[in-house]
Every structure is written in C-alpha cells, then in structure tokens.
C-alpha cells in the first residue's frame, strides 16, 4: 500500500539477510481483519501506528523456509525444522518498563508490528499478503497444530488471540452468568464461543448483518438482536427481561463503533463487568463517571496478545472445531493480484474474513 484509499499494488521486494535468530517463513495464508480497512482508510496513520509504504495483512501464518542458526525451538522448547507451519507473535523489545517490569508486553513502548509498515524499514516482509515474511528475532513462535486448516489458523492470530488476552484480564466466567457480546464479526463470534464453553448460562449478540446473526445462533447463541431491527431501549429492555431485571454479568465490546460504548455501559448490572475490545472510533463518546463507582463496574481493555495467547487460541480451534464451525467464518480465497477485491467485500461486509493465499493465481 502505497497510499491510503487507493487500490494496492503487487511490488516484487528482495528477501533480506537472515539474523541467527530470525526465519523466513513461506505464508501459507493470511486472513483479513477489519483492522485492514481501517488501515486502508488511512484511520490509523495521524497516530502514527500505520506507515507508509506497508505490506498489508496481520493475521498470518508460514512455513518455515529458512530457519536462523541460533532459532531452533518454538515457545514450548519443542524443536523447530524447515517446513513447520508456524504462528508467532509481535515483536516486544523485552527491555522497556512494560516488558520487564510490569509485564505487560502488549503496552511495549518499542514494538514491531506485522502489517503496519513500513515496508521501507528492515527487514521489509513484514506484512501477510505476501510470498514470503520474515520472523523477527525478537518473535515468540508456536507451531500450529497439525489438525488445523492453515486459513483458520491463521484467522486465530489476530481475532481470537486478542479474546483470549481479554478474558484472560476481566476474569472467570460463572455458569450463572449473562453475556453479552457487542458485535457479530470475528471478534464477536469468538467471544461468543470462548463464553459458550466457559460454561456462561446465557449469551446474548447484538449485531449485524443477519447472516452474522444467524450464524451467531448456529454456534449457540441463545439470543441475539438485530441493530436494525431493534433501537437501543427495545435491546436493554431486553436484556434486562432476560435478567431478572439486573442486566449482564459481562459486556463484551467488540464492534469498534463508539456508540456501542455507551450502550455496553448501560446493559450491565451493578456489579458487573465490561470489557472493551473492538473500539476504534476515533471520535470522543460521553458517560458519567458516577458509572463506575456507583454501580461498582469493573471495566477492562486490552489489545493485541503475546504468545501465550496465540498459543491458547489455536489449541481452542483444534480442541473444538467439531463442536463449532468455525470454518463458517472463512470467506473466498484470493490470490495477491486478488487483494483489491477482498479489501472491498470486507469493507462491504459481504463476507465475514477473506482469505489470502499468496501461492494461489488470481
């Protein structure tokens, strides 16, 4: 991506030197996020988190083609070799106040990141849509289990890494507890099945459109509400209906829309908790601060994942693939010079996660 808002180009760029402890990976496939059209839109650049030029795509993952001579095990001390699919994580710097002290490595103050760019910047091939990338020796890796599609693989390494980061933080689900999940697209729909079998007794997603929410309820959603059918009083007095009267025990926010914030905040009960997810309008939202203590909420966010979450996430799809369909998830396969065309479906919501296969032609 050369420009923000305007089509991507296919750019042939050289493999770099390896450093000992990194590898070249051959991407196997690479899933789009919404994350990409807020990229492609520019949304993120005034920040500074998205830099020009940039090989797109976040959600990868690889064989290894060559692998550095000082690399030689994965995050579980288990032996890495040339062609093992692998996932690995961002690159935290391991020596700021974050990584080190208070163990936070997703707050790292010098992180490198896949698919933000710049494409200009060693070691270049840092992005999924592409032939090839190069794992950064500072890249925690796990292998992906061999049961899995690579492609839902791959979707788990950014969607539902970031939920279980996020569940991990806002605490355990009882088996007495609502749920509510805020957003039906990736996010959404693997928040909704870590809750199904952390044994919540009801899930609630609101959302759109409604073959999300039709799939919503395929994957055990005992309700789900329809943003276009429903206005926001009719969706709390809902929930609250399904409550007896008190409102969720958990707000999971994963539809990026700040509006959504402010409706998350008034489906809890005293008591409960919210945790925040998807947001990414830039635009400020107004509440009282009398929520918070008040009622006593318990509000939490997180962003990203470090490796132990990959790892979790993946183990997650291989564990319950039968008893979740997952691969509804999955929409079309694109080769590179497809890319344009997958970047506007997800933009238009016509599929749910468009997968790119670099090897693939067309």
């Not at 089509?7 to 760029?13: A, D, F, M, S, T």
């Not at 896949?114 to 070691?123: I, L």
């Not at 008034?266 to 997810?277: K, V």
């Amino acid at each position: 991506m050369n420009e923000y808002k305007q089509p991507l180009e296919v750019r042939e760029i050289d493999v770099p030197e390896l450093e000992p402890d990194a590898m070249i990976v051959e991407v196997e496939a690479s899933t789009m996020c919404g994350t990409d059209v807020h990229i492609h839109q520019g949304e993120y650049a005034s920040a500074g988190l998205s830099k020009l030029p940039l090989v797109m795509g976040h959600e990868i993952v690889g064989r290894i083609a060559v692998l550095g001579k000082d690399r030689r095990t994965d995050a579980l001390g288990r032996p890495l070799q040339e062609g093992d699919l692998v996932a690995w994580s961002y690159a935290w710097c391991g020596r700021c106040f974050w990584c080190t002290i208070s163990k936070q490595p997703t707050a790292c103050a010098n992180a490198r990141m896949y698919g933000w760019g710049s494409a200009d910047q060693f070691p270049h091939l840092t992005g999924g849509f592409s032939e090839y990338a190069y794992v950064m020796p500072l890249c925690d890796v796990v292998k992906v289990p061999e049961n899995l599609d690579p492609a839902l693989a791959a979707s788990s390494t950014c969607a539902f890494r970031t939920i279980v980061h996020g569940y991990e933080k806002i605490g355990k689900i009882e088996t007495i507890d609502t749920v509510v999940i805020q957003g039906s697209g990736p996010v959404g729909l693997y928040a909704l099945a870590f809750a199904i079998q952390s044994g919540a007794r009801q899930t609630i997603c609101i959302g759109a459109p409604a073959s999300r929410l039709e799939l919503a309820g395929r994957w055990g959603a005992n309700h789900t509400f329809d943003i276009g059918e429903t206005d926001v009083s009719e969706r709390r007095e809902r929930v609250l209906e399904l409550t007896e009267g008190r409102g969720a025990d958990l707000v999971v926010e994963c539809s990026g829309a700040g509006a959504a914030f402010v409706e998350g905040m008034n489906l809890i009960r005293r008591g409960g908790r919210y945790l925040i997810l998807g947001q990414a309008d830039p635009n400020p939202v107004e509440i009282s601060g009398t929520y918070f203590n008040l009622r006593q909420l318990t509000v939490a966010g997180t962003m990203s994942a470090d490796i132990s979450h990959y790892y979790r996430a993946l183990q997650f799809l291989s564990d319950h693939q039968e008893k979740f369909p997952f691969h509804e998830l999955l929409g079309n396969k694109y080769g590179l010079s497809g890319v344009n065309d997958a970047l506007e479906s997800m933009k238009a919501m016509r599929e749910v996660k468009p997968v790119i296969i670099p090897s693939m032609q067309g």
